[in-house]
Structure formats: structure tokens, C-alpha cells
T-cell receptor
Framework: NAGVTQTPKFQVLKTGQSMTLQCAQD?????MSWYRQDPGMGLRLIHY???????DQGEVPNGYNVSRSTTEDFPLRLLSAAPSQTSVYFC????????????FGPGTRLTVT | DAKTTQPNSMESNEEEPVHLPCNHS???????IHWYRQLPSQGPEYVIH???SNVNNRMASLAIAEDRKSSTLILHRATLRDAAVYYC??????????????FGKGTLLTVNP
């Protein structure tokens, strides 16, 4: 199992550009989520999904879109990048809502200039 | 949401035990206590969780106070690889309750050789 994979590892964008951060898991997990982590801070939840076709907002959803067309993939789209979106982004998954252990990807470091 | 309070940082020496405290005085009866850790430049990883009784696994032990208002993560013999940020998180596990992981700033553990 590869677990949770994220691409790219690093990305630099100019203000106003759009891009998609990719996240995939091969564990057949129903629950997937995206977090961002700013320097010296904990992780903040952006969006999450409880299964294919179902997504919902976390605590900091503005400026981001998600979709979940398959169980395996959960891409995060930045519509019009802003410097405030400079952060490290982590994707995570777990098998169900009540499952104890959540698995995190290695992260994508995004810089918006 | 019930909140947790952790020291910002702690230090330990290699091969000595480490006790990482967490206060959660507003914990509800259905909240489980989860611990995750984040090694440098990596995504968080699950360490342990518990409800009322003390718990042991291959990574650590979790000691939960009788009134559940505090808990302690115990690393029995710290190694350099245990240097990380440790997060104490409360999470509900029953239907309709909070199933999201909310990360605070955690405790930065430094392990001295």
C-alpha cells in the first residue's frame, strides 16, 4: 500500500493563478479531508468528504473547492491563489467516520507570490 | 467544542521516560482522547487514543485521570526519533457528534542525546 499520496510536493504560484493539489489513497477509505498548516500553528480543516459524491466545508473553506468523484481521489482546487494561501497542505483519510486512526499524506508546500 | 491545553514545549534526554500532559476540563462523556505526533517536515501520525481506561500500544501509553479532565502521554524510553510536535485532541465517536480532528498548537518535544 502506498497509503495517502500527494502531488506535487512543492509549488510556487503567482497571485491569481489557479491550480489543483492532488490527493489519492489506496486503502478504500470513505473519509478524506484537507488541512492547511501555517508556520508555528496546528492544522486547520479546509474541506472534508464522507464518501464519493459527498463533500462539506471545514473551518477555513474560502478560496478552495473540492470534489469527490471516486473513493480514491480527493483533489483540492485553488480558484485564484492569494498570498494568504501560502501554507503546507495535508490530505488525510480514514476508513470511516468513527474510525480511530487517521492517515496523513506527506504534504504539499505551496508558496503564492 | 471541548478544548485542550498543552505546554508549548518540553525537553527530555534520550532513553529517559517522557510524560506529556494535556488538560481538557470541558471534555464531554462521549469524547475520546486522541494523540497524534508530527515529525519534522512530515504529516501527523496517530499515536494512541482512549476513553476512560489507561491504554498501551507499541508506541506509547496513555494515562487518563479518573475525572477525565486531564491525560498524560507517556513515552517509556525517548529516542531522538521521538522529537516531534505532539497533539492532544478530543473527538466524539457516536453518531451525529463531532468526528472532526481539531488540532491545536501541540507540545514541541526536544530529545537531547
Amino acid at each position: 500500500n502506498a497509503g495517502v499520496t500527494q502531488t506535487p510536493k512543492f509549488q510556487v504560484l503567482k497571485t491569481g493563478q489557479s491550480m489543483t493539489l492532488q490527493c489519492a489513497q489506496d486503502m478504500n477509505h470513505e473519509y478524506m479531508s484537507w488541512y492547511r498548516q501555517d508556520p508555528g500553528m496546528g492544522l486547520r480543516l479546509i474541506h472534508y468528504s464522507v464518501g464519493a459524491g459527498i463533500t462539506d466545508q471545514g473551518e477555513v473553506p474560502n478560496g478552495y473547492n473540492v470534489s469527490r468523484s471516486t473513493t480514491e481521489d480527493f483533489p483540492l482546487r485553488l480558484l485564484s491563489a492569494a498570498p494568504s494561501q501560502t501554507s503546507v497542505y495535508f490530505c488525510a483519510s480514514r476508513s470511516g467516520l468513527d474510525t480511530y486512526e487517521q492517515y496523513f499524506g506527506p504534504g504539499t508546500r505551496l508558496t503564492v507570490t | 467544542d471541548a478544548k485542550t491545553t498543552q505546554p508549548n514545549s518540553m525537553e527530555s534526554n534520550e532513553e529517559e521516560p517522557v510524560h506529556l500532559p494535556c488538560n481538557h476540563s470541558t471534555i464531554s462523556g462521549t469524547d475520546y482522547i486522541h494523540w497524534y505526533r508530527q515529525l519534522p517536515s512530515q504529516g501527523p501520525e496517530y499515536v494512541i487514543h482512549g476513553l476512560t481506561s489507561n491504554v498501551n500500544n507499541r508506541m506509547a501509553s496513555l494515562a487518563i485521570a479518573e475525572d477525565r479532565k486531564s491525560s498524560t502521554l507517556i513515552l517509556h524510553r525517548a529516542t531522538l526519533r521521538d522529537a516531534a510536535v505532539y497533539y492532544c485532541i478530543l473527538r466524539g465517536h457516536s453518531g451525529g457528534s463531532n468526528y472532526k480532528l481539531t488540532f491545536g498548537k501541540g507540545t514541541l518535544l526536544t530529545v537531547n542525546p
